[in-house]
T-cell receptor, first 115, second 110 residues
Framework: DAGITQSPRYKITETGRQVTLMCHQTWSHSYMFWYRQDLGHGLRLIYYSAAADITDKGEVPDGYVVSRSKTENFPLTLESATRSQTSVYFC??????????????FGPGTRLTVL | GQQLNQSPQSMFIQEGEDVSMNCTSSSIFNTWLWYKQDPGEGPVLLIALYKAGELTSNGRLTAQFGITRKDSFLNISASIPSDVGIYFCAGTNTGNQFYFGTGTSLTVIP
């Protein structure tokens, strides 16, 4: 199906374990983003990517690693999960076609619990 | 990061009533977006606005891009139970940095 998919949708892990959240988009959008959503904080940007092999930090990057070897995939890795990383994670994509025509689309989210 | 001011924070309305919410920023934007998020789901894009003063409709939803480019408004007419959810706005100038509103939680009472 077209759009953005995320996997897994739910994940429970333990402190110290490595976890990778997957994101795949079929629109060939240039930009991809990872956000976390927490009560009281809204959506906070973790990392974004402007194109394959180009990534940059967002507001809350510590403890996370991203890569983008292919345009359509943007995995997010928690190298050593901590309880503070318990959250709902959203992947998004957008295409900057020309000034003033930006639109961002979100995936369904991954609910991560770190015990 | 900058969060846009969205009001009201929550609304409890009777089915059939109209709803209005707004979003304000200290900065100007070239694009305003409105999303709806259902529990356990990702935000779904409702309306995108690209020009100051623009009024755009999507069914019973109408959104406006403020003339100052620092605000936007969303109206829902004749609300129905499935309108329940959290609505939030987003603004951007560059396509790689989106700023989000704090959200409006809408409850529709049948």
């Amino acid at each position: 199906d077209a759009g953005i998919t995320q996997s897994p949708r739910y994940k429970i892990t333990e402190t110290g374990r490595q976890v990778t959240l997957m994101c795949h988009q079929t629109w060939s959008h240039s930009y991809m983003f990872w956000y976390r959503q927490d009560l009281g904080h809204g959506l906070r940007l973790i990392y974004y990517s402007a194109a394959a092999d180009i990534t940059d930090k967002g507001e809350v990057p510590d403890g996370y690693v991203v890569s983008r070897s292919k345009t359509e995939n943007f995995p997010l890795t928690l190298e050593s999960a901590t309880r503070s990383q318990t959250s709902v994670y959203f992947c998004a994509s957008s295409e900057f076609q020309r000034e003033g025509t930006d639109t961002q689309y979100f995936g369904p989210g991954t609910r991560l619990t770190v015990l | 990061g900058q969060q846009l001011n969205q009001s009201p924070q929550s609304m409890f309305i009777q089915e059939g009533e109209d709803v209005s919410m707004n979003c304000t920023s200290s900065s100007i934007f070239n694009t305003w977006l409105w999303y709806k998020q259902d529990p356990g789901e990702g935000p779904v894009l409702l309306i995108a606005l690209y020009k100051a003063g623009e009024l755009t409709s999507n069914g019973r939803l109408t959104a406006q891009f403020g003339i100052t480019r620092k605000d936007s408004f969303l109206n829902i007419s004749a609300s129905i139970p499935s309108d329940v959810g959290i609505y939030f706005c987003a603004g951007t100038n560059t396509g790689n940095q989106f700023y989000f509103g704090t959200g409006t939680s809408l409850t529709v009472i049948p």
